[in-house]
């Protein structure tokens, strides 16, 4: 067997994309499904509910479309004979009945017997029955309703787990690392005896069609060209709000590996894939520097440095990847391997290393782990403080008085009158206790806690849009219609701010265009009011 053919067993389009009850057709590509079972934290727990499981209880396993919820059902069904699973609730198997329908005659019937039910459906469909199921079942359409909610995962004897509980990558402070991805690419392409990919490879290697396929599954074998790859799939989840699934990454594996390029040129060609699709976004050869722009001419003019010389010869003697590619591939095979000693040690490539350093993404998971490691620390509160204040209240204060430049720190933009700008005078202050009690499991967003005075604001959920946005502001930025998505999240803060301002005890008048020409107006405890500055 080829390569090639090995591999196909990835595709999304593969006989063996989804598992089912039906028996196997060819031992060979099932032992190489087998090989790529990945056990998940929400299989332990998912285990773990099931040993507990009493008579008459159920358990949903909740999710998406090729979450890998059939491959757990089909696993356990085997093992346990004394419990009713019900792999797939998204449909009938009765063209004259409704899924709802189907699934009223599934809880009718445990009723009658009180077997341990486990039901395996999409989040769609539980919604579905919650709105329509038969009311005899009101009790499941109660804790259904308290899940979809309030996230409630137990309700008497019946439970819920949902794969988005259960993320796929995880912020640490060496970076964003990916355990379930890191380890679907080891069983892929690591090199040791048990691999049932590695006869395959080496028959292929003496296969000149073969041969690109090659140099690409050589590529993927560099730890640090995995790093890469998972910063770009952790971008598409948090940039783009892509959902991300298992079979969606084992395609995504087939798609890089088998395309028509090279492993960095068919990473941000796009596809029929989703995850390539948004990855495509992120294609570092679209990046315009100086830097960036020299390379490409020099390039084009076949100017060349021994240094760069000396890294192709690697590429090719090591890994087989061909000297002879355009501008925009060798920036890609930069991009992906900036982590690697190919790319740190040459004194060519190293200050390309700044270029294709994501600040943004850096910042993101630096204040996203802050917020969820927090625990009280002096070190970390006053982390805490410098970002709230360099970063957050000072994009707040800038967006809301961008057209009152007048106005000072700590004075919020209300309206207009004749000639005079008004202002409100307002203490923004981080709300550190709720920090601490406060952790998400969702990467994608963490969770501001602010006080207007003594008042305490609405969680605001900070995605890395919003943050680089935030960022951008503090440094002169004016946002335009392109942002609309993250400066309406803006806007909401500044409008619950400002909405406080108007009862603020202390205003601000302000001549337009002069800071001279300033009146303040306070309200004293005897409800006097104060004015000075005349």
Known sequence: ????????????????????????TDPQFEGLKRHLY??????????SKLDRLQPGGILFLCGSSGDGKSEILTRYDRLYTNVEFHLDATHSFESSKTAIQTLNELFTRQQATNLPLVVGINIGMLGNFQQDGDKSHNKIRTATERFLINKQIQSGDIS?????????????????ESSFFSTLLDRVVRDYPGNPFRAPFELSGHDAAERKLCANYRLLRLKPVQRAIVELLFQARVR??????ARMLLDFIYSILTGPGYLFDNLFAGGDNELLACVADFDPSVTRNRQLDRFLVDHTLGITDPAYGDFCAVMREKLGVDADLSGCSILRLFYLVRYSRLFTENPFLCPFEEVFSDNALQGYCAAWRLHNAYDGDNDQKQKLRHFYGDVVFAAINRFANRNAPVLNKDEFFITTRGDYVMAAELELSVEYKKIQKTHV??????QLQISVGD????????????????????????????????IVLLEDVVHQITTMARSAKTLHLYKQGRRDEHFRL????DQEIRVSGL
């Open 240 to 245: 783009k709000d892509q959902f991300i699934t």
């Open 455 to 486: 008042e305490p604001l609405a969680p605001v959920l900070v995605s890395i849009n919003l943050l680089e946005l935030m960022q951008a502001v503090v440094n002169g930025y004016r946002p335009n219609r392109h942002d609309k998505n993250s």
């Open 38 to 47: 990945v056990t998940t934290e929400i299989e332990a727990a998912f285990k």
């Open 522 to 525: 306070k309200q004293t405890a």
């Open 441 to 446: 499991t969702d990467q994608s967003a963490f």
């Open 160 to 176: 819920f787990l949902d794969f988005e509980a259960f993320p796929k990558f995880s912020i640490e402070d060496t970076g964003v």
């Open 1 to 24: 067997m080829k390569l090639s053919e090995a591999l196909s067993v990835l595709s999304k389009s593969s006989p063996y994309a989804v598992t089912t009850r039906g028996d196997i």
